[in-house]
């Protein structure tokens, strides 16, 4: 990173899960982190350059209202933007999906990625930055319960692709990452807290697999991507996911 480059990042999503240890992983890299989320992260908000804002970003005023005060921490602008907010609905039969299950996906998932690219973009242009997607491999579509959710999570893909072309000349980069299977209370009900290094190991063996991770491991690969520098990769999908889909 060249010297006098802004050292600043957002997070959305940073109440739990992959955003909280995105957060965290910024942190131990010297960063000040603006965290977004609909509760807030006390924790995190007890640390040293944690700026905890608590907005429902589906809601573009309460983005921006929440943003205003990031030229305080951030006058020289944001180095990186990380969308990993979003919600998935619960599987349900394709024939039978009501719209308005479909409606909340991209609500809840696309327009709040749409309202953060659009706040930060000229945080980001300043100095030139990048924008990392959190994806998903079910955007794939080959599974018909997860239509729903598959589809909101592609539409954000396009979205990724689109910001790599619009702030290219500003020297901002555009990826994706797909981590598959995080141990996360999204994907494994009633988790509360981080599953350590043993227990993972424990049920990976018992699927023969390396498939399911932690948020830790996966919020490594998520900063490391965000760190890529204006002349990087952009516009890409990096897909850490061991099965084929």
Do not use: H
């Not at 977004?36 to 809601?59: C, F, H, I, K, W």
């Not at 020289?76 to 299950?101: C, S, T, Y």
């Not at 000349?169 to 598959?180: I, S, T």
């Amino acid at each position: 990173m060249a010297a006098g480059t802004s050292r600043v990042a957002v997070v959305s999503g940073t109440s739990s899960g992959i955003g909280a240890a995105v957060a965290t992983e910024f942190l131990g890299r010297g960063y000040t982190v603006i965290g977004l989320s609909r509760r807030g992260n006390p924790v995190l908000a007890a640390e040293s350059g944690y700026v905890d804002r608590v907005a429902d970003l589906r809601d573009p005023e309460a983005v921006r209202a929440a943003l205003r005060s990031v030229a305080d921490v951030a006058p020289d602008g944001v180095r990186a933007v990380v969308l990993n907010a979003g919600a998935a609905p619960e599987p349900v039969d394709l024939v039978k999906i009501e719209w308005q299950v479909v409606d909340d996906a991209y609500e809840t998932n696309v327009r709040t990625a749409l309202n953060l690219v659009q706040e930060t973009a000229p945080l980001l242009t300043r100095s030139g930055g990048s924008l990392t997607f959190v994806g998903a491999s079910l955007a794939n579509g080959y599974q018909p319960d997860r239509w729903a959710y598959a589809a909101s999570k592609a539409a954000m893909t396009t979205l990724m692709r689109a910001c790599s072309v619009e702030f290219a000349d500003d020297g901002v980069v555009a990826n994706e990452v797909r981590p598959g299977p995080v141990a996360t209370a999204m994907t494994m009900t009633g988790l509360d807290g981080e599953v350590n290094d043993q227990i993972l190991r424990a049920i990976n063996a018992g699927f023969g697999t390396d498939w399911l991770k932690s948020a830790r491991t996966v919020a490594e690969w998520i900063v490391a991507i965000a760190e890529f520098p204006s002349n990087g990769p952009t516009g890409q999908v990096f897909n850490y996911s061991r099965k084929v889909l």
